[in-house]
């Protein structure tokens, strides 16, 4: 799993073993932080953006792949 993924920019810490454990008595969710964006606009432009950077990165995964198997 690699944490610098776009699709893991939601969550502002990385996840650990010790905060999932701990979210589970979380019931006010106080320990819950996220990162959180001015207008809705620009929330739709991150999540957007982050998208097409994970769909980038399984594209140059792929045609690197698909070179190697190719020779």
Known sequence: M???SPTFQLL???PSFLRGV???FDYSG???KYNMS????????NAIRSDWEAVG???VKAISEYEQEKG
């Open 38 to 45: 001015e207008t809705d606009d620009m929330a739709d432009s």
């Open 12 to 14: 502002e810490v990385e």
């Open 57 to 59: 990165c399984d594209l």
């Open 22 to 24: 701990s979210s589970l």
């Open 30 to 32: 106080v320990l819950s």
């Open 2 to 4: 690699n944490m610098n």
